[in-house]
C-alpha cells in the first residue's frame, strides 16, 4: 500500500510559479507510474501530468510548456513545477499512484490518492 502527501498549495498572482511536492510512504514507489489530477468547483477531476516509472512525462495540452512533472525514486517524491500560472489552474490538485507502467489520464486507472492541496491564482 502506498500513502501519499501533497504540500505546496498556496495563493499566487497570475504569472507566477507554484511548486507542488507529493510525498509517498512505502519502499515500492519507484515501481509506480504517478500523476497529478486537478479539480475545480463544479468540474470534474481531470488529468494535469505523468510519469512512468522510467521517467517518461506527459502533459495535458493546457498545462505544457508551463508545468513540469519530475520523480525522485531516492526520496519518494513526485513534484510539479507550475510556472506562468493562470486563474484557470486554479483547483485542487491531487497525486496519484498507478501500479501500471505509463500513468494513465483517467482517475480510475489510479489506485492510491492524496488528499489535495489548494491552488489560487488571483488575476
Known amino acids: 500500500q502506498v500513502q501519499l502527501v501533497e504540500s505546496g498549495g498556496g495563493l499566487v498572482q497570475a504569472g507566477g510559479s507554484l511548486r507542488l511536492s507529493c510525498a509517498a510512504s512505502g519502499r515500492t514507489f519507484s515501481s509506480y507510474a504517478m500523476g497529478w489530477f486537478r479539480q475545480a468547483p463544479g468540474k470534474e477531476r481531470e488529468f494535469v501530468a505523468g510519469i512512468s516509472r522510467g521517467g517518461a512525462r506527459y502533459y495535458t495540452d493546457s498545462v505544457k510548456g508551463r508545468f513540469t512533472i519530475a520523480r525522485d525514486n531516492a526520496k519518494n517524491t513526485v513534484d510539479l513545477q507550475m510556472n506562468s500560472l493562470k486563474p484557470e489552474d486554479t483547483a485542487v490538485y491531487y497525486c496519484?499512484?498507478?501500479?501500471?507502467?505509463?500513468?494513465?489520464?483517467?482517475?480510475?486507472?489510479?489506485?492510491?490518492w492524496g488528499q489535495g492541496t489548494q491552488v489560487t491564482v488571483s488575476s
Open positions: 496519484a499512484a498507478d501500479l501500471g507502467a505509463i500513468p494513465g489520464t483517467w482517475p480510475a486507472q489510479y489506485d492510491y
